[in-house]
């Protein structure tokens, strides 16, 4: 029996067809680059601008709109650039400025658009304010911060996101805060400082010509103003945060600051914000994108979600629904580098693959948005790094009980030659290791190559743009035993993407045209097709 979970619109409400014609970023497709590991241009054997600038080409030719670059600017280098020292410079490993006005002006070129990371909710303890915040209690800019008087305990039971106490010592015996690594002081949200010194960073990526950016901890910002104990303990495994940490996520004042945002973005017209929002209540996550605050949210369930029927046809019933009470599109997300690489999350080798390349079919089907993170459409797994080499704190300060994020990060193989053209020839080591065999992912094995995984998003990617029910328009989800239905439509007809997510070969009912299937095993069975598995396929009706 099929159950009809929801049907959902998010294409701009009726009483907004005044508008010209839809934003951009509404469907827009967005490619995330992991800067470090994405391209070496100087030989250093760590990506950069010029390396990313070189290969705009690609993702051109991919068919992405957008790059979403993570953090380039100066970092105390203890989160993968997420300690940021200075929100209006670039760090030297990565280029400068003029770097950065380069690549938004290639990309425009190319008719791609670049998105900056920015990072509001800590700094790096190497930032100017809070070294003079520990030389100086009395100073302005220990007042950005959140210092505790010293004492014998911490002044209450948050933890860090990263492992062990979100309480560090100063020095001179104070506490500070970091909801995440020690080297990542919280910022104080309540200082009029501290916002104003924010917007003029956006303004000064905007005056270069950015298209807008990723909110880093888009949920977080503001604290319970009495620092008062959470109610329970964080649980990684959660698909976000909720009630047992009430005290430190989704504090109402952080809609404020949206708002304002909102407003500096609308001075510099097409630009867009898109929030990290990790919440367990997608409702509130959705609030988030409520039409005067960020653009869009980041909908985290799918990355979250086992290789289940029901799990998927849930997490994405939801957020059409929550997204579409507010008017906003979904951003759908199913890789980025905090996350195992869905191959391996799928359940790595040869079925991994086909689960992750049946689950891109869904990516793209959806309306709405979509992030692609570097590398998932080379079908990469999750890279195995030696413990030696590992960097993420998450691993560090856990003590080894959690493995971090290195092996989502490492570096993209491009050929087959030595070094596999991440760096220029003669190059210093790549960064992080590069696993044996990574060379047989390589772009250039890929590309043309017509059952590549490659050439499936890139067609994918034609296919979307060209045909109006994909990825816009409304979308109707069922699930029958294992059998998974999205039912696509817009302006030219309707698509239905079906992912085979049991583990017999199904029947698919009355077809229509395929446009596009994750495997060449898809049968004609009379009027019927048969989708084995771990398969997608986009099919026209009638
Ligand atoms: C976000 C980023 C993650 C980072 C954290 C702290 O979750 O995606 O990589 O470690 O924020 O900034
Ligand atoms: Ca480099």
Redesign the pocket.
């Known amino acids: 029996m099929t159950r009809r979970l929801s049907t959902a619109r998010t294409a701009p409400r009726p009483g907004a067809a005044a508008a010209p014609a839809s934003p951009w970023w509404r469907d827009a497709v967005v490619y995330q680059v992991y800067l470090r590991s994405f391209a070496d241009g100087n030989g250093d054997g760590i990506g950069d601008l010029a390396g990313l600038r070189a290969r705009l080409p690609y993702l051109a030719w991919l068919g992405v709109d957008a790059v979403w670059v993570n953090p380039h600017y100066p970092s105390g280098g203890a ?2 650039g ?2 940021v020292v200075d929100h209006r410079a670039v760090d030297p490993d990565y280029g400068d400025v003029a770097d950065v006005e380069a690549l938004v002006e290639d990309a425009r070129a190319l008719g791609l658009r670049v998105l900056l990371d920015v ?1 509001p ?2 700094s790096s303890d190497q930032h100017p304010w809070f070294r003079r915040a520990l030389a100086d209690p009395t100073s302005p800019e220990a007042g950005r911060y959140h210092f505790a008087p010293p004492s014998e305990a911490p002044p209450n039971n948050w933890r860090s ?1 990263f492992g062990g106490p979100a309480w560090s010592r100063t020095p001179d015996g104070r506490w500070y805060l970091h909801l ?1 690594s020690p080297e ?1 002081p919280d910022l104080n949200w309540r200082d009029p400082a501290v916002a104003a010194d924010f917007e003029d960073s956006l303004r000064f990526w905007l005056d270069r010509g950015v298209s807008g950016f990723r909110v ?2 888009a949920y977080g910002l503001f604290k319970d103003a009495a620092l008062r104990d959470n109610p329970g303990s964080y649980s990684p495994t959660l698909f976000g945060h909720g009630p047992e940490q009430a005290m430190t996520w989704d504090q109402p004042e952080v809609h404020d600051v949206w708002r304002r945002w909102r407003a500096v973005c609308d001075e510099y017209p097409g630009t867009m914000l898109v929030g ?1 929002v ?1 919440l367990a209540d997608l409702d509130r996550v959705a609030r988030y994108s409520r039409p005067d605050e960020l653009h869009q949210s980041l909908a985290f369930r799918l990355l979250k979600s086992s290789w289940d029927a029901a799990a998927f046809a849930e997490a994405t019933t939801g957020a059409l629904d929550a997204f579409g009470r507010v008017g906003a599109p979904v951003s759908w997300v199913l890789g ?3 996350k195992d690489r869905m191959v391996s999350r799928f359940g790595g080798g040869a079925v991994g693959t086909a689960r992750a390349r049946a689950a891109a079919l869904l990516l793209l089907a959806l309306p709405g948005s979509a992030y692609v993170y570097a590398g998932d459409e080379l079908g990469l797994p999750q890279a195995h790094v030696p413990e030696a080499a590992r960097q993420d704190p998450i691993f560090h300060r856990s003590g080894g009980a959690r493995a971090g ?1 290195d092996g989502c990060r490492v570096p993209l193989p491009w050929n087959t030659a030595p070094g596999l053209g991440f760096s220029p020839a003669g190059a210093a080591d790549p960064w992080l290791p590069v696993p044996a065999g990574w060379e047989r992912h390589a772009v250039s094995r890929q590309a043309g190559e017509g059952g590549s995984t490659l050439t499936l998003y890139r067609r994918a990617l034609a296919l979307r743009k060209a045909h109006p029910a994909l990825g816009s328009g409304a979308a109707e989800v069922s699930v029958e035993d294992g059998l998974l239905t999205v039912r696509c439509t817009g302006a030219g007809g309707a698509v239905r993407c079906v992912v085979n997510m049991g583990r017999s070969t199904r029947l698919v009912a009355g077809p229509g045209r395929v446009l596009l299937a994750s495997t060449s095993r898809v049968r004609s069975s009379g009027s019927s097709l048969a989708l084995p598995p771990d398969s997608a396929v986009w099919v026209t009706e009638g």
């Open positions: 989160d993968g997420y300690d990072v909710n800590h996101l995440f990542q880093d901890v990290e990790c980025n580098h905090d994020r």
